[in-house]
């Protein structure tokens, strides 16, 4: 089955600073990679996704990009807030319905 | 509108004890899924359903975890002879369809501490 990994852990910037967090996934049948983002207490939500007909797609301060080839894809977010202070999962699926394999999670703290 | 509940939000049981975990879907989703988060962990998809059928329970630790789903609404997942580590976050998501590239929306969860 899918595997996904995520790195860094913990990621710790200054406010307006970028930040990037990295997802390798092993299927290479899967073509869809969401990104949620997981408040303290809440549950988590959908920011962004990309099917893998698409290399980049971006919303405002955030982008994530894929490289099919390499089994890998990106979170970015540009201009950091302290609000975008969270925990980040990234996900893979799609080979056959909705179901996703989801890494371990990036704590992002952001400095004022 | 409504978005996905959960109850209880907080469960503590003694081990060996059976818990029920209930979920209620955005109505109209047909697709519904369940996961665990252990502290620190990443989501571990446990099963799913369409409708009221269970393609999938590849996810479920053991025997000792069921869940169903009734009238193609909400589903509750049981656990039985409760063990230490069954503690965690237990989330619900529901999709319109089961096609992956539908959005899932997660419940609250339901914390589970077993003593």
Not at chain 1, 64 to 83: D, G, M, Y
Not at chain 2, 57 to 76: C, I, M, N, Q, Y
Request: hydrophobic share 30%.
């Amino acid at each position: 089955g899918e595997n996904v990994e995520q790195h860094p852990s913990t990621l710790s910037v200054q406010e307006g600073d970028s930040a990037v967090i990295k997802c390798t996934y092993s299927d290479s049948a899967s073509n869809y990679f969401p990104w949620y983002k997981q408040e303290l207490g809440k549950r988590p939500q959908l920011i962004i996704d990309i099917r893998s007909n698409v290399g980049e797609k971006k919303d405002q301060r955030i982008a994530v990009t894929l490289n099919k080839t390499a089994k890998h894809f990106s979170l970015h977010i540009t201009e950091t807030q302290p609000e975008d202070s969270a925990v980040y999962f990234c996900a893979g699926g799609g080979t056959s319905y909705g179901k996703l394999t989801f890494g371990q999670g990036t704590i992002l703290t952001v400095h004022p | 509108g409504a978005g996905v509940s959960q109850s209880p939000s907080n469960k503590v049981t003694e081990k060996g004890k059976d818990v029920e975990l209930r979920c209620d879907p955005i109505s109209g989703h047909t697709a519904l899924y369940w996961y665990r988060q252990s502290l620190g962990q990443g989501l571990e998809f446990l099963i799913y359903f369409q409708g009221n059928s269970a393609p999938d329970k590849s996810g479920l630790p053991s025997d000792r975890f069921s869940a169903e789903r009734t009238g193609g609404s909400v589903s509750t997942l049981t656990i039985q002879r409760t063990q230490q580590e069954d503690s965690a976050v237990y989330l619900c998501a529901s999709s319109l369809d089961s096609r992956a590239d539908y959005e899932q929306y997660f419940g609250p969860g339901t914390r589970l501490t077993v003593t």
